[in-house]
């Protein structure tokens, strides 16, 4: 019987998911030949690349809006690179939320100013700054939309009329948000939607080529929109699975199905944290994630009881990040809410042992 699977990333994938992914390694398409060793340039991957890259759009609303959709590789922490190599000139406004927005920030500075316009450092991450200004010169507004780390999700996003650049890479796909705001939005694969080893960038063409300087091929985002994200062999296997986790998600009802099931496990974990005496929140309740609920014990002598507990019961990957401590659920697209279901009945088991 298969764990329920909190770990924060690889992500849980659906069984069927799954299924057909471990068909097509041994005969992808009924060719006699494995996914993981066909020509990437054959028609059959060709066909793979163009209908995740459509998927993409489409779950997002973005089709015939200006928008490309790219599967590229180096995860979201090239992307740090590459958005400020294409799109920074002079200088950007970033907000600090995450380890994640903080190595964002640090690439940056390589081209040019960084304004760090809120900051939650300060506290370890456990809240999103409000009230903060986006300078109107800037050449962009970057933020986190989720922090797997630290727990913590942007509930809004600045009303601003600079290009807003949103890395996504745990909770894209997971809610309703109004992706046009966004010029581009770049997330790792595997937090909520594949396996690792490709990102999904999202962007608006228009915001492209207006750099001073000199873009390498393989870091210019333009390169790959001419080469159709198949500048260099793509990672076949990831794309290919993200593309099958995209149609399983358009099955079942896109964004706005996945989003009520989403806000369902969220509520139920988050009411047993708030009422059992045994368990407390780490962040600001305003700023809780949906996709990473982050929680400790409030009596550290219990932590051996506990993890005796949740292993027994077939959870796998709950600890917390060591930068955090505690234990972190991550709720990603695919986690049924009967898995939610198990780890609060294992948290009420554990307090039912003190009575």
């Not at 000139?89 to 939320?97: I, S």
């Not at 149609?247 to 358009?250: D, E, N, P, S, V």
């Given at each position: 019987?298969?764990?329920?699977?909190?770990?924060?990333?690889?992500?849980?994938?659906?069984?069927?998911?799954?299924?057909?992914?471990?068909?097509?390694?041994l005969?992808?398409?009924?060719?006699?030949?494995?996914?993981?060793?066909?020509?990437?340039?054959?028609?059959?991957?060709?066909?793979?690349?163009?209908?995740?890259?459509?998927?993409?759009?489409?779950?997002?609303?973005?089709?015939?809006?200006?928008?490309?959709?790219?599967?590229?590789?180096?995860?979201?922490?090239?992307?740090?690179?590459?958005?400020?190599y294409?799109?920074?000139?002079?200088?950007?406004?970033?907000?600090?939320?995450?380890t994640?927005?903080?190595?964002?920030?640090?690439?940056?500075?390589?081209?040019?100013?960084?304004?760090?316009?809120?900051?939650?450092?300060?506290?370890?991450?456990?809240?999103?700054?409000?009230?903060?200004?986006?300078?109107?010169?800037?050449?962009?507004?970057?933020?986190?939309?989720?922090?797997?780390?630290?727990?913590?999700?942007?509930?809004?996003?600045?009303?601003?009329?600079?290009?807003?650049?949103?890395?996504?890479?745990?909770?894209?796909?997971?809610?309703?948000?109004?992706?046009?705001?966004?010029?581009?939005?770049?997330?790792?694969?595997?937090?909520?939607?594949?396996?690792?080893?490709?990102?999904?960038?999202?962007?608006?063409?228009?915001?492209?080529g207006?750099?001073?300087?000199?873009?390498?091929?393989?870091?210019?985002?333009?390169a790959?929109?001419?080469?159709?994200?198949?500048?260099?062999?793509?990672?076949?296997?990831?794309?290919?699975?993200s593309?099958?986790?995209l149609?399983?998600?358009?099955e079942?009802?896109?964004?706005?199905?996945?989003?009520?099931?989403?806000?369902?496990?969220?509520?139920?974990?988050?009411?047993?944290?708030?009422?059992?005496?045994?368990?407390?929140?780490?962040?600001?309740k305003?700023?809780?994630?949906?996709?990473?609920?982050?929680?400790?014990?409030?009596?550290?002598?219990?932590?051996?009881?506990?993890d005796?507990?949740?292993?027994?019961?077939?959870?796998?990957?709950?600890?917390?990040?060591?930068?955090?401590?505690?234990?972190?659920?991550?709720?990603?697209?695919?986690?049924?809410?009967?898995?939610?279901?198990?780890?609060?009945?294992?948290?009420?088991?554990?307090?039912?042992?003190?009575?």
């Open positions: 019987m298969k764990k329920h699977n909190f770990s924060a990333g690889p992500c849980i994938l659906p069984q069927e998911v799954l299924e057909k992914a471990a068909a097509a390694v005969n992808f398409n009924n060719d006699d030949l494995s996914l993981i060793e066909i020509s990437h340039r054959s028609k059959s991957f060709v066909a793979v690349m163009d209908t995740a890259r459509s998927l993409a759009l489409e779950l997002l609303g973005l089709e015939n809006k200006g928008y490309q959709a790219l599967f590229l590789h180096g995860g979201a922490s090239l992307e740090f690179l590459m958005v400020a294409n799109l920074l000139n002079t200088k950007a406004a970033y907000l600090n939320t995450g994640w927005s903080d190595n964002a920030i640090t690439e940056a500075k390589a081209f040019g100013e960084v304004l760090e316009v809120g900051s939650s450092k300060h506290k370890n991450f456990n809240y999103i700054p409000k009230g903060y200004t986006i300078p109107e010169d800037v050449d962009y507004f970057h933020c986190t939309s989720n922090n797997t780390i630290f727990g913590t999700q942007m509930k809004t996003f600045p009303e601003t009329n600079v290009s807003l650049i949103c890395d996504m890479s745990s909770d894209i796909f997971s809610r309703q948000l109004d992706f046009e705001k966004f010029d581009l939005i770049y997330a790792g694969a595997q937090k909520n939607m594949g396996p690792a080893g490709t990102t999904l960038v999202i962007v608006k063409e228009e915001i492209l207006k750099v001073n300087r000199h873009v390498p091929t393989m870091l210019n985002y333009q790959h929109i001419a080469k159709e994200s198949m500048a260099n062999t793509p990672s076949v296997f990831a794309v290919y699975v593309m099958l986790n149609q399983w998600l358009k079942i009802g896109g964004i706005p199905f996945i989003e009520e099931v989403n806000n369902k496990k969220a509520a139920l974990l988050y009411a047993e944290i708030d009422r059992n005496p045994l368990f407390q929140g780490i962040v600001a305003e700023d809780r994630s949906t996709m990473n609920a982050t929680f400790t014990l409030t009596n550290a002598s219990q932590t051996a009881a506990f005796t507990l949740w292993k027994a019961a077939g959870i796998n990957g709950l600890n917390g990040h060591r930068s955090v401590g505690g234990y972190r659920a991550s709720m990603y697209n695919a986690l049924p809410l009967h898995s939610v279901q198990v780890l609060v009945d294992v948290m009420q088991a554990l307090e039912s042992k003190q009575d």
